[in-house]
Antibody
Framework: QVHLVQSGPEVQKPGASVKVSCKAS????????ITWVRQAPGQGLEWLGW????????NSAQNLHGRVTMTTDTSTGTAYVEVRSLTTDDTAIYYC???????????WGQGTLVTVSS | QSALTQPPSASGSPGQSVTISCTGT?????????VSWYQQYPGKAPKLMIY???KRPSGVPDRFSGSKSGNTASLTVSGLQTEDEADYYC??????????FGGGTKLTVL
C-alpha cells in the first residue's frame, strides 16, 4: 500500500525559507515522479512542480519566480520542497502526490500547513 | 499558464445529474487528452476521480464520468448522493512539463 507521509506544520517569518518533506513507502520510489501542490486558506489548488527521483529532473511553475527548489533523497525515499523568500501569500497547506504531469494523482500526502507571519 | 475556468458553484438534488465544466485553451485542454478531476472534502487531501479525460481509477463509482469537447472538459455526476457534496477541481497538462489547475467548483446536494 502506497503511503506518503509529510513533515509537521511550520511557522516562518516573511523573508525566511521553509523545507517540507514527503516520505514515500509501498512502491519503488525511483519509478514515479513526485508532484507538489499547495492550497492557500479558503482557496483552490495550485500546482508547484514535480521532480523525478530517478534522474532529479524537475520543473516548477513559472509564477514562483525561481523561489522553489525540489529535491529527493533516494536512500530514504524522501522528497523535499523548499520555498525561499517567503511572503504571507505563501501561507498554505503543501501537499505531495505521486506522479508526474501526465498521470492523475492517486496517492497524496496528508498535507503540511506552512504559516508565514511576522 | 492561466488557471482553467470552472464555475464557482453547482448544485442538484439527490438522484439528479449535474455537470461541471472546465474551460481551457487550445494549448492545454483542447490539445492534450490529459485532463483529470479531483474531489476534495474540507480539511482532506484531494481524491482522483477521473484521469485522461474519461478514465476512472479503481474504486470510483461509475456515477462519475468525464468527457471533453474542444477546449472544455466536463465532469458529470449522475444519481447524486449526499456524499458527493464536495469541491471539485480539474487539471490539464499544458505542455513543456507543466500542469494547470482549475479554480474549483463547490458542488452542493440540495
Amino acid at each position: 500500500q502506497v503511503h506518503l507521509v509529510q513533515s509537521g506544520p511550520e511557522v516562518q517569518k516573511p523573508g525566511a525559507s521553509v523545507k517540507v518533506s514527503c516520505k514515500a513507502s509501498g512502491y519503488t520510489f525511483t519509478n514515479d515522479a513526485i508532484t507538489w501542490v499547495r492550497q492557500a486558506p479558503g482557496q483552490g489548488l495550485e500546482w508547484l512542480g514535480w521532480i523525478s527521483p530517478h534522474n532529479s529532473k524537475t520543473n516548477s511553475a513559472q509564477n514562483l519566480h525561481g523561489r522553489v527548489t525540489m529535491t529527493t533523497d533516494t536512500s530514504t525515499g524522501t522528497a523535499y520542497v523548499e520555498v525561499r523568500s517567503l511572503t504571507t501569500d505563501d501561507t498554505a497547506i503543501y501537499y505531495c502526490a505521486r506522479g508526474g504531469v501526465l498521470t492523475g494523482y492517486e496517492s497524496w500526502g496528508q498535507g503540511t500547513l506552512v504559516t508565514v507571519s511576522s | 499558464q492561466s488557471a482553467l475556468t470552472q464555475p464557482p458553484s453547482a448544485s442538484g438534488s439527490p438522484g439528479q445529474s449535474v455537470t461541471i465544466s472546465c474551460t481551457g485553451t487550445s494549448s492545454d485542454v483542447g490539445f492534450y487528452n490529459y485532463v483529470s478531476w479531483y474531489q476534495q472534502y474540507p480539511g482532506k487531501a484531494p481524491k482522483l476521480m477521473i484521469y485522461e479525460v474519461s478514465k476512472r481509477p479503481s474504486g470510483v463509482p461509475d456515477r462519475f464520468s468525464g468527457s471533453k469537447s474542444g477546449n472544455t472538459a466536463s465532469l458529470t455526476v449522475s444519481g447524486l448522493q449526499t456524499e458527493d457534496e464536495a469541491d471539485y477541481y480539474c487539471t490539464s497538462y499544458a505542455g513543456s512539463n507543466n500542469l494547470v489547475f482549475g479554480g474549483g467548483t463547490k458542488l452542493t446536494v440540495l
